[in-house]
């Protein structure tokens, strides 16, 4: 990550944190194949930390591809809290990074659908959710 201008603010065994304030982007890369829902809130918890100290981010990159398993309450608390919290700090372009994983994709796609549904209109207006092959191609991203 430091070829591409990020510094680690955080790791543990289940995800590492960086940041990169010229591109004012913040990114999570998950470093288990599992991330128990306590553990996922506390990842999200440092870098919301990150984020309401210095909010200067406006792109969030999260890079799954270590996951082997979709855990949706955990996702489902990523989709509609923390994203929704993390609007009013700028922070409104998300790019997730999957594993090349079939099953995994088809978690993700129908998990999605039912959550978009739910999403407030005017919330989901502001956000912009995308998906990259890597973070390289997520920092490029505009």
Do not use: C
Request: glycine residues 4%; aromatic residues 14%.
């Amino acid at each position: 990550m430091d070829e591409l201008g990020f510094e680690q603010i955080f790791t543990n065994e289940f995800g590492a944190g960086y940041i990169n304030e010229e591109k004012l982007t913040i990114a999570l890369i998950a470093q288990a194949d599992y991330i128990p829902i306590k553990n996922f809130k506390q990842l999200f918890q440092m870098l919301g930390d990150e984020i309401e100290a210095n909010p200067v981010y406006t792109k969030f990159i999260f890079d799954k591809r270590a996951l082997r398993t979709f855990h949706q309450p955990s996702m489902k608390w990523y989709f509609m809290d923390w994203k929704t919290d993390m609007i009013q700090y700028g922070l409104n372009r998300h790019y997730k990074i999957l594993p090349d994983l079939g099953y995994f994709q088809k978690a993700v796609e129908a998990a999605r659908k039912p959550l978009l549904k739910k999403f407030p209109q005017d919330v989901l207006a502001k956000l912009t959710i995308e998906y990259s092959e890597d973070v390289e191609a997520a920092l490029k991203a505009e």
